[in-house]
């Protein structure tokens, strides 16, 4: 298994990033996928998930309305869009197979200036 982040970088606050998750190894489509995000100091926490066969997706509370999740099954890829960012969203985001924290990638690393 996988999994290889890219699209983070350096925006200002109310700015936009599209984060790709290229992943290999496994069937993709039948799997639910995450984002993660792990914050200066802090512990791994759930982003978003979005489910393998209805599309459904759960987010966080503090992110929901301003952050996207979706997939492409046709290029094994989750996607995770989020708009008006934030300094507080600062942090590595992980892409995760299923619906845990593992497997999942090496990282993007977003920061949000203020």
């Not at 984060?19 to 914050?39: D, H, I, K, N």
């Not at 393998?52 to 869009?81: C, E, H, M, W």
């Not at 708009?83 to 845990?100: I, R």
């Amino acid at each position: 298994v996988q999994l290889v982040e890219s699209g983070g970088g350096l925006v200002q606050r109310g700015g936009s990033l599209r984060l790709s998750c290229v992943t290999s190894g496994f069937s993709f489509s039948q799997y639910s996928m995450t984002w993660l995000r792990q914050a200066p100091g802090m512990g791994l926490g759930w982003v978003a998930s979005i489910h393998s066969d209805t599309g459904a997706a759960y987010y966080t509370d503090s992110v929901k309305g301003r952050f996207t999740i979706s997939r492409d099954n046709a290029k094994n890829t989750p996607y995770l869009q989020m708009n008006n960012l934030e300094p507080e969203d600062t942090a590595v985001y992980y892409c995760a197979k299923g619906s845990g924290y593992a497997p999942r990638g090496q990282g993007t690393q977003v920061t949000v200036s203020a």
